[in-house]
């Protein structure tokens, strides 16, 4: 077993050569922080409340632009997504929301099942509810879930 005070220094030592990239790190981790605290409500708030009421994914707006911009933005999209979930998985150990970062960029990145997973994710009670909270503050309806829809 090592002496811990070499380990200490080890460790000192790493820091001090890596400054640099630490800084770099935190300022995204800060960031992206603010940055989820900001969007996610807004984003939120924006969503249809018959969103998830429906079994499949609704058309997208976007599918009628010129096929070179709708690729430009599909991959704009999916880039961004992979950023933000690294980043997520990075601040799992660095301070900032990693796992709502990662939620996020997996929200972004288009992936075969994904409408299915958001449906799953937003009817756990407590996500529900607290979605619903902030419509509420907001003056928007309640998000309609596929069970809601047949009231």
Request: a positive charge; one cysteine or more.
């Amino acid at each position: 077993m090592s002496d811990p005070s070499c380990l200490l220094n080890a460790l000192l030592n790493w820091v001090r050569n890596n400054n640099i990239l630490l800084l770099i790190l935190g300022v995204t981790s800060v960031l992206t922080f603010t940055g989820t605290l900001i969007l996610m409500p807004i984003l939120i708030i924006r969503l249809p409340a018959n969103y998830f009421a429906h079994q499949g994914r609704r058309r997208k707006p976007w599918l009628t632009l010129h096929p070179a911009l709708r690729v430009f933005l599909l991959l704009g999209k999916n880039i961004l997504g992979s950023i933000l979930l690294f980043a997520g998985v990075i601040m799992l150990v660095l301070p900032g929301q990693g796992l709502l970062t990662m939620f996020i960029g997996l929200m972004l990145i288009d992936f075969p099942g994904k409408f299915r997973f958001e449906r799953w994710f937003v009817t756990r009670e407590p996500v529900h509810q607290s979605i619903n909270w902030l419509r509420y503050r907001a003056g928007r309806p309640a998000l309609k879930l596929p069970q809601d829809s047949a009231d």
